[in-house]
């Protein structure tokens, strides 16, 4: 009954998809042969809000449905590979590969919707706009809904044919889910080519006439974005996910399905607790490409009006590191004997905190008469500029790194025989990777601006180095090692499942306010030097304007996903619960 019930939902929103995409098209043709101006209103709606709800729901629902069968396959493809050497453990992948998988049809039929809303409102709102983008990628707009379909099927027969395609089929399953993940990403990766279009746009003459279609859509900004959205989105998806598995733990009282959410909450937050390490520098590389374009860019995001936007930023992640952070450390409580590694804790926030607070320190909180002359604030002016917030966020990096490698030595004892002196030079490798960060930052806070910026980029070689050595250098110490005290799944603190919801919004929150600064960064250009947006509501909303919106499209958001929650709940198989036993340590260290 709950898997038709699943179905019927599915259904009903596709077919209000295949109707608001009917009234798209309607609504091009009749764009196509009217005044080709803006329009201020629809229905009496501000027709620029409106597009930014419609745009920024169906961002967040791609990213989600995006980001999660990229580690949902990868999660079901370790179970395949341990299904000859641990039965068990292959069982307890497979289960965590399709709970997760299990938001995604009702999700999908949301971005579908809320795709088609968007489309709707811009072909009605700025028709001389998407006359102008038609003119240039009018290719990739058919190319576009046939990879959306390619996508859809891979979805659908993934998700459904799930225990269809098991044993000796199993390789057509995971052949399938990849399928899903490359059409997946495709879409993405077209759809971002009209987005930074929009910002840094290429291949075009002056006045807009198409010139070079690769150009236009290998614009400046588009691998950067590519590169910092798929980043992000893992990272969204992830968050969501263990937002998921904290609901359905604290309404759980069996002690084994409880055991297992908490496994999903865990893994959730590590893979978001992963991808975070990269975030940050994904989005210099994307701001970077930015003000190399137009210096205009820089000063409007860094020194203009959307400077204090930074600070909120710096502020808001600063709260989903801590918070990821403070759920890992948490999670020692699960392993009895973890007092050593738990002590670290206290000193890590503090170190945290003090990363944060340098990050989010603005160069300078107003303009006095000697500031205007040059003259700064002796802490603001020092700590302000981005050297020292790149040494602070980088060593925050480091800090969270080294949580993780405590998390992973907890109730743990290696049995090889080089084990103390591995550990000794795998600590000294950590120590070592943040003093060299601490002195190329400060080395570039005096040098001139272009060693500056390259002692910048080297701060992030030696952070990639220092992690994959340590890492690979940990797998061998730990290979073999015996557990001293099992991982006691399910005990974790209520406060944690808590934790991992307020993560959830956040990242919703932040999600949409750099969506903000993105198109914010453009002014009132519809693309950028090109086209200019004349219409009524045209400009750049307040912050405070901003914040509100942002806060009503997070509410939204939640609203619309705990439906999807609530019915991935309805469809679950209890069934399929009891044939997944935890191990003794309970996840892949």
């Known amino acids: 009954m709950a898997a038709d019930s699943a179905n019927r939902s599915r259904w009903r929103g596709t077919l209000r998809a295949a109707c608001l995409v009917a009234s798209l098209f309607c609504t ?14 629809i229905a009496g709606i501000n027709s620029r809000l409106a597009v930014w709800i419609a745009a920024q729901l169906h961002l967040m629902f791609a990213a989600f449905v995006l980001a999660v069968p990229m580690f949902a ?7 395949w590979r341990a299904e000859k050497t641990d039965r068990v453990a292959a069982r307890r992948h497979d289960w965590l590969a399709h709970e997760m998988a299990s938001l995604l049809p009702v999700a999908y039929s949301l971005t579908a919707i809320t795709g088609a809303l ?16 038609t003119g240039v990628f009018g290719p990739t707009f058919i190319v576009y809904p046939l990879f959306f ?11 459904y044919g799930w225990h269809r395609w098991q044993g000796d089929k199993k390789w057509f399953h995971l052949l399938l889910g990849l399928a899903l993940n490359v059409f997946g990403t495709i879409v993405m990766f077209i759809a971002d080519a009209w987005a930074t279009y929009m910002m840094t746009p290429a291949g075009v003459t002056e006045q807009g006439a198409l010139v070079s279609l690769y150009d236009a859509v290998w614009n400046p900004g588009w691998m950067p974005l590519n590169i910092h959205r798929l980043v992000a989105n893992v990272t969204f998806g992830a968050l969501l996910c263990s937002a998921y598995a904290a609901y359905r733990l604290l309404l759980s009282d069996d002690a084994r399905e409880r055991a297992l959410y908490d496994w999903m909450g865990y893994t959730g937050n590590l893979i978001a607790l992963f991808t975070m390490l990269f975030l940050p520098f994904a989005g210099y590389y994307f701001g970077f490409e930015l003000f190399a374009f137009s210096a205009t860019y820089g000063v409007t995001l860094m020194g203009g009006v959307l400077s204090w936007l930074f600070i909120i930023q710096a502020i808001v992640i600063a709260v989903l590191f801590i918070g990821a952070a403070y759920y890992s450390w948490l999670g020692l409580l699960r392993i009895p004997g973890s007092e050593a590694q738990q002590r670290w804790s206290p000193v890590f926030n503090v170190l945290l905190i003090a990363g944060f607070a340098v990050w989010a320190t603005p160069h300078t909180m107003a303009a006095s008469i000697e500031e205007s002359t040059g003259g700064f604030h002796p802490v603001l002016g020092a700590l302000g500029v981005m050297a020292p917030k790149m040494i602070a966020v980088t060593l925050v ?18 049995t090889v025989g080089w084990a103390r002196t591995g550990t000794t030079v795998e600590w000294g490798l950590v120590g070592l990777m943040a003093v060299t960060i601490a002195a190329l930052g400060i080395f570039g806070y005096f040098a001139p601006a272009h060693i500056r910026i390259k002692t910048s980029i080297w701060q992030i070689y030696v952070l990639i180095g220092g992690i994959a050595a340590t890492f690979f250098l940990d797998q061998a110490l730990l290979r073999g090692a015996k557990t001293v ?19 959830a919004v956040v990242i919703v929150w932040l999600m949409g306010l750099m969506g903000y600064a993105r ?18 509501n045209a400009g750049l909303p307040s912050l405070g304007e901003a914040a509100l919106v942002i806060t009503l499209i997070t509410a939204i958001f939640f609203a619309l996903l705990a439906v999807a929650f609530a019915v991935a709940g309805m469809a679950r198989g209890t069934d399929e619960r009891a044939l997944v036993e935890l191990s003794p340590q309970g996840e892949p260290q």
């Open 28 to 41: 091009a043709a009749w764009a196509q042969g009217s005044d080709p101006g803006d329009y201020p209103t």
């Open 73 to 79: 396959v990868f999660i079901e493809f370790l179970g």
């Open 118 to 133: 968007l489309g709707f409102l811009l072909f009605t709102a700025y028709p001389k706009f998407m006359h102008h983008l």
């Open 149 to 159: 379909v390619a996508e859809t099927l891979c979805l659908y027969f993934w998700y």
């Open 397 to 414: 990096l480091v800090v969270l790194y080294a949580s993780y490698l405590l998390y992973r030595r907890a109730g743990r004892v290696p």
């Open 485 to 503: 005290a099992a991982v006691r799944w399910g005990t974790m603190p209520r406060r944690g499942q808590y934790v991992l919801v307020l993560l």
């Open 519 to 536: 198109s914010g960064a453009r002014l009132n250009w519809h693309v950028f030097g090109i086209m200019e947006d004349t219409s009524p």
